[in-house]
C-alpha cells in the first residue's frame, strides 16, 4: 500500500501560471482534503470531500479549485497562482467514520515568483 | 468558526524530563487528533480522542481529553531525543471539517 500519494515534490511557477497538484489514496477512504501549511500558522484547510461526488469549501478556499475525480483521486487546481501561494500543500484522507484519523501525503512545497 | 489554541508554541527540554502540551478549543466537540511532524516530513497520527474523559498512551505519550473544558493535553514523561519534533492538536467540527493549532515545536537537549 502506497498510502496517500501527491505530485509533484517541488514546483515554481511564476505569478498568474496555473497548475494542478494531484492526490491519490489506495486505502479505499470515502473523505479527502487539501491543506496549506505556512510558518507559524499550523495547517488550514482549503477544500475538502466528504465522499466521491461532494467537494466544500474549508478555511481558505479562494485562488483554489478542486475535482474529486473519483473515489481514489482529489485535485487541487491553481487558475492563477499569487505569491501569497507560495506554501506547502499536504493532501490527506480518512475514512469518514467515526474514527476519522485523517493520513497526509508526502507534501507539494510549492513557490510563486 | 473552530479556534484551537496550543500551548507552549516552542518547548525546549532536557533528556529525562517531564512536561505537558496543552490544546484547547473554542466550540463544541468530541473528536479530537494529535499529529506529529519531524522538519521537512509530513504529518503523522500519534492519537485519537472520541470521547470525554478518554485517554490513549503509546510509549512515552499521553494523550487525554475533557469535551467540558474544551481542553486536550499531550503529555511526555521522560523525554528522550527521539521525541524531538512539532505536535499539532486538530479539532473535527460537526461536519467534516478539522481545525489544526499552530503546534508545539518540541527540542529535546541531551
Known amino acids: 500500500n502506497a498510502g496517500v500519494t501527491q505530485t509533484p515534490k517541488f514546483q515554481v511557477l511564476k505569478t498568474g501560471q496555473s497548475m494542478t497538484l494531484q492526490c491519490a489514496q489506495d486505502?479505499?477512504?470515502?473523505?479527502m482534503y487539501w491543506y496549506r501549511q505556512d510558518p507559524g500558522m499550523g495547517l488550514r484547510l482549503i477544500y475538502y470531500?466528504?465522499?466521491?461526488?461532494?467537494?466544500d469549501k474549508g478555511e481558505v478556499p479562494n485562488g483554489y479549485n478542486v475535482s474529486r475525480l473519483n473515489k481514489r483521486e482529489f485535485s487541487l487546481r491553481l487558475e492563477s497562482a499569487a505569491p501569497s501561494q507560495t506554501s506547502v500543500y499536504f493532501c490527506?484522507?480518512?475514512?469518514?467514520?467515526?474514527?476519522?484519523?485523517?493520513?497526509f501525503g508526502p507534501g507539494t512545497r510549492l513557490t510563486v515568483l | 468558526e473552530l479556534k484551537v489554541e496550543q500551548n507552549p508554541l516552542f518547548l525546549s527540554m532536557q533528556e529525562g524530563k517531564n512536561y505537558t502540551i496543552y490544546c484547547n478549543y473554542s466550540?463544541?466537540?468530541?473528536?479530537l487528533y494529535w499529529y506529529r511532524q519531524d522538519p521537512g516530513k509530513s504529518l503523522e497520527s500519534l492519537f485519537v480522542?472520541?470521547?470525554?474523559?478518554a485517554v490513549k498512551q503509546e510509549g512515552r505519550l499521553m494523550a487525554s481529553l475533557d469535551t467540558k473544558a474544551r481542553l486536550s493535553t499531550l503529555h511526555i514523561t521522560a523525554a528522550v531525543h527521539d521525541l524531538s519534533a512539532t505536535y499539532f492538536c486538530?479539532?473535527?467540527?460537526?461536519?467534516?471539517?478539522?481545525?489544526f493549532g499552530t503546534g508545539t515545536s518540541l527540542t529535546v537537549i541531551p
Open positions: 490527506a484522507s480518512s475514512s469518514g467514520t467515526t474514527y476519522n484519523e485523517q493520513f
Open positions: 486505502m479505499n477512504h470515502n473523505s
Open positions: 470531500s466528504a465522499s466521491e461526488g461532494t467537494t
Open positions: 466550540t463544541t466537540s468530541d473528536r
Open positions: 480522542l472520541l470521547s470525554n474523559g
Open positions: 486538530a479539532v473535527q467540527d460537526t461536519g467534516n471539517q478539522f481545525y
